[in-house]
């Protein structure tokens, strides 16, 4: 009997594009960040990093493919 091996899709990682909701500025946050990202300009909190996919604050205005 042979163990079929079962391809778990890895949660994808990507680069978001989001925006402040405080001062509206635009800020690239990579997906699994291990650092927590704050707004360049006002200094709000964007992600905070989680060990896995970040806790996004900001609005996320979409994904940068590859
Ligand atoms: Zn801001």
Not at 41 to 66: F, P, Q, T
Request: aromatic share 4%; proline share 3%.
């Amino acid at each position: 009997m042979k163990k079929e091996n079962i391809m778990v899709p890895k949660p994808r990682s990507a680069f978001l594009s989001v925006q402040c909701e405080k001062c509206g500025e635009k800020a690239i946050v990579f997906s699994h960040t291990t650092t927590n990202i704050n707004c360049k300009s006002c200094g709000e909190l964007l992600a905070e990093r989680s060990g896995g996919l970040a806790n996004i604050y900001g609005k996320v205005l979409g994904a940068l493919d590859e």
